[in-house]
């Protein structure tokens, strides 16, 4: 140990140690001053970018994430030149790094962008009721990888952004009232206008519908075995609807039950004008081959 200690310069390490605090302390001062830089500016650039229209969830990535890193890391790196290191080398390494993690992560990457996208355009907001990717419930949390709805079945779901960007979105919640399209079906020996006065009446009474504009009935096609209407009704809010068109559905069956009404099974009906004898021996065969072979060895 003795040895050790001879063929060290002490007075030369103590020399450098001395001569590096200085650099140190002004590294120190340059990341409490960017810190400090950040906390200051934090709230202004907040309020700014609240007031040209961006989302909170939006405002807050930018402030408390992207902003945040770019001033830190600016700090750091001047911190880091201050003591000597080498940022050059050092940011090129970060470079190759970041290269292959993009590669490997292309489709977090591709979510993040997606949800830059869905923070801009704003196809739906935190509380919308919403259908994308087979799946209904009402949004809520938005971040930048995926978006958080709850269903029905209170059951949460997570879709990534990159999911909801490539399909069709269906936004219950954005013009405030919305319709409800019940399909019913009467038989063609029914009278349509009294089928629609007793099924308005039943759903006008639906907790939920609203009275403006009132609810109608439409008819829609003449089908094969019915003629297919539209209830419509219409609801305030949209968390209504789906409980709104299981009772419109109820509420029209018992009626048009209460007034005698058909509600006709789907059926096919066929009309034979006339068939010739060798088609009517030929299905004979094919249904009783063991009666042909009888007949025959007689």
């Given at each position: 140990m003795t040895r050790i200690i001879d063929s060290l310069d002490v007075e030369r390490l103590v020399n450098e140690a001395v001569a590096f605090i200085p650099d140190l302390l002004i590294a120190l001062a340059i990341l409490i001053l960017f810190w400090a830089l950040f906390r200051l500016t934090r709230k202004p650039l907040w309020n700014v970018l609240e007031r040209a229209g961006l989302g909170k969830p939006l405002v807050a990535m930018v402030v408390d994430n992207v902003y945040r890193v770019v001033v830190l890391g600016f700090a750091l790196v001047m911190a880091a030149d201050?003591?000597?290191?080498?940022?050059?080398?050092?940011l090129a390494g970060i470079?190759?790094?970041?290269?292959?993690?993009?590669?490997?992560?292309?489709?977090s990457i591709a979510n993040v962008i997606a949800g830059f996208l869905i923070f801009i355009d704003?196809?739906?907001?935190?509380?919308d009721w919403i259908t994308v990717a087979d799946r209904y419930g009402m949004v809520k949390d938005i971040t930048m990888r995926s978006t958080r709805i709850r269903s029905n079945q209170n059951t949460y779901i997570v879709i990534p952004n990159k999911t909801i960007i490539d399909a069709v979105l269906v936004n219950h919640s954005k013009h405030g009232a919305t319709r409800v399209d019940v399909p019913i079906g009467i038989a063609y020996?029914?009278?349509?206008?009294?089928?629609?006065?007793?099924?308005?009446?039943?759903?006008?009474?639906?907790?939920?519908v609203s009275s403006e504009p009132p609810p109608d009935l439409v008819v829609t096609e003449l089908g094969n075995s019915s003629v297919n209407m539209n209830v419509r009704v219409w609801i305030d809010d949209a968390s209504r609807e789906q409980p709104v068109y299981y009772?419109?559905?109820?509420?029209?069956?018992?009626?048009?039950?209460?007034?005698?009404i058909e509600i006709p099974y789907h059926h096919l009906q066929l009309f034979i004008e006339?068939?010739?004898?060798?088609v009517l021996k030929q299905a004979a065969a094919y249904l009783h081959p063991q009666k042909q072979l009888d007949s025959g060895d007689g």
């Amino acid at each position: 140990m003795t040895r050790i200690i001879d063929s060290l310069d002490v007075e030369r390490l103590v020399n450098e140690a001395v001569a590096f605090i200085p650099d140190l302390l002004i590294a120190l001062a340059i990341l409490i001053l960017f810190w400090a830089l950040f906390r200051l500016t934090r709230k202004p650039l907040w309020n700014v970018l609240e007031r040209a229209g961006l989302g909170k969830p939006l405002v807050a990535m930018v402030v408390d994430n992207v902003y945040r890193v770019v001033v830190l890391g600016f700090a750091l790196v001047m911190a880091a030149d201050q003591v000597g290191i080498n940022v050059g080398a050092a940011l090129a390494g970060i470079g190759v790094v970041g290269i292959a993690v993009g590669f490997a992560a292309q489709d977090s990457i591709a979510n993040v962008i997606a949800g830059f996208l869905i923070f801009i355009d704003k196809p739906f907001e935190v509380g919308d009721w919403i259908t994308v990717a087979d799946r209904y419930g009402m949004v809520k949390d938005i971040t930048m990888r995926s978006t958080r709805i709850r269903s029905n079945q209170n059951t949460y779901i997570v879709i990534p952004n990159k999911t909801i960007i490539d399909a069709v979105l269906v936004n219950h919640s954005k013009h405030g009232a919305t319709r409800v399209d019940v399909p019913i079906g009467i038989a063609y020996k029914e009278n349509i206008l009294a089928a629609r006065d007793v099924v308005l009446a039943a759903v006008r009474e639906i907790e939920g519908v609203s009275s403006e504009p009132p609810p109608d009935l439409v008819v829609t096609e003449l089908g094969n075995s019915s003629v297919n209407m539209n209830v419509r009704v219409w609801i305030d809010d949209a968390s209504r609807e789906q409980p709104v068109y299981y009772r419109a559905m109820e509420a029209s069956k018992l009626a048009l039950d209460r007034a005698g009404i058909e509600i006709p099974y789907h059926h096919l009906q066929l009309f034979i004008e006339s068939i010739q004898e060798s088609v009517l021996k030929q299905a004979a065969a094919y249904l009783h081959p063991q009666k042909q072979l009888d007949s025959g060895d007689g």
